[in-house]
């Protein structure tokens, strides 16, 4: 309080542009900059440009273009409803009550294999003396593999958001608290928190597939075709029968596996779950 915090270099490097516009499909004008080379693709180039946001970011320029449209998107979709259980070992389990997918897990081997560079150029970084040229290019490749991640979560977030809503007229998802459920497990020194290990590992994974974005994109997307997004309280409905509608905590025999105690319905948990979330 009372004094000027000053903005610290390459934290939060971004500038917009209220005028901006495309000259030759290759090139952005920016005002006082003039023109500008850019690669990548811009959909609807024939659109009025409204702002031009530039973000400097490892050794990087990005454009976010932001343009008006007003055109319609609605698409003849199945009349159908289709339920999403989101889990740890199937990141996504997808059934609309006659097909079953599992969905993910492709994600993961590819999440793994560069959370394992990022990991090693850390350790890297570590060693090298702060602010130095070889501290600076190794900091530069952490961030890079940052991005990468950040790319490949966003690509999947896209991918099974736009088959969901572009398919079906409504979809169902389980209404989860994602903050409440990455808590630190730690706990405190007065309350600590209990299965330390294992409650951290499911944070890990929870945050790693990104569920968050998914249900951020389903959320317009759904808007977007003129489907419709369904939240469902989440309570039980890994340990309530998807036939009898029994519910015990026995129900569910481990990760993979659902055996009703009372009708002996015996189906893969996660689908099962899928289930209730759909009916």
């Not at 989860?176 to 459920?181: A, D, R």
């Not at 890990?204 to 968050?212: A, D, K, S, T, V």
Request: some cysteine; proline content about 1%.
């Amino acid at each position: 309080r009372g004094f000027t915090k000053f903005k610290k270099k390459g934290v939060k490097d971004v500038i917009a542009f209220p005028q901006a516009w495309l000259v030759n499909n290759d090139k952005l004008f920016i005002q006082k900059y003039g023109d500008i080379k850019f690669k990548g693709n811009i959909r609807n180039k024939n659109k009025t440009i409204k702002t031009v946001t530039v973000t400097y970011k490892n050794n990087k320029f990005y454009a976010s273009i932001l343009y008006e449209d007003f055109n319609s998107y609605k698409k003849e979709l199945i009349d159908n409803i289709v339920g999403v259980d989101f889990g740890v070992v199937n990141p996504l389990t997808v059934t609309d009550g006659d097909t079953l997918k599992y969905v993910g897990k492709s994600i993961k081997r590819r999440l793994k294999k560069v959370n394992l560079q990022r990991l090693r150029q850390q350790r890297n970084l570590s060693r090298k003396k702060k602010g130095s040229f070889n501290y600076n290019k190794n900091k530069i490749k952490v961030g890079l593999l940052f991005e990468k991640e950040q790319r490949i979560r966003k690509d999947f977030a896209h991918q099974v958001s736009y088959r969901l809503a572009s398919k079906f007229n409504k979809v169902a998802i389980e209404d989860l608290n994602i903050s409440n459920m990455t808590k630190s497990s730690k706990g405190t020194i007065t309350n600590p928190g209990v299965n330390v290990k294992q409650k951290s590992g499911l944070n890990r994974e929870l945050l790693n597939i990104g569920i968050g974005r998914i249900v951020q994109y389903l959320s317009y997307k759904t808007n977007k075709y003129g489907g419709k997004l369904i939240l469902i309280n989440p309570s039980f409905t890994s340990q309530e029968c998807n036939k009898c509608r029994y519910t015990h905590k026995n129900n569910r025999k481990n990760q993979a596996t659902f055996e009703c105690l009372r009708c002996n319905n015996n189906i893969n948990a996660d689908y099962n779950a899928a289930l209730n979330i759909r009916n």
